[in-house]
């Protein structure tokens, strides 16, 4: 099995159990509209940006943008601001979000970045 196979699997399987963490958080946190707290796997920044609407920000769709291997957000595209629902998810993972920092500053000490 070729290491691009087994990368993707471990982003689904992680993808997967980040859902069900952010799922259960979610419940204690009050989001309106269009700012629902969700998990994605190969999130591109523009993809979902509506054509019509956002007739600018399509144009810099054209500029690099990398994927971003999993992203947790409520998601604010063109005029959507979901500031109040990032600071409550923040808080709410507060905790985990420091053990994976932790857990990564430490895995990563032998590397040169």
Not at 34 to 61: A, G, L, M, T, Y
Not at 87 to 97: P, T, W
Request: glycine share 6%; with cysteine; aromatic share 14%.
């Amino acid at each position: 099995m070729g290491y691009r196979i087994k990368t993707r699997q471990y982003e689904e399987e992680l993808t997967g159990c980040l859902s069900d963490y952010f799922y259960k958080i979610s419940s204690k946190i009050e989001t309106k509209g269009q700012c629902k707290i969700e998990v994605r796997n190969q999130w591109s920044p523009f993809k979902d940006e509506d054509q019509e609407v956002h007739q600018e920000v399509r144009q810099e769709v054209r500029k690099y943008s990398p994927r971003i291997d999993i992203a947790v957000g409520p998601f604010a595209y063109g005029e959507i601001s979901c500031i109040e629902e990032y600071n409550k998810l923040s808080e709410a993972s507060n905790q985990f979000i420091n053990r994976l920092l932790s857990q990564f500053k430490e895995n990563s000490k032998g590397f040169p970045f």
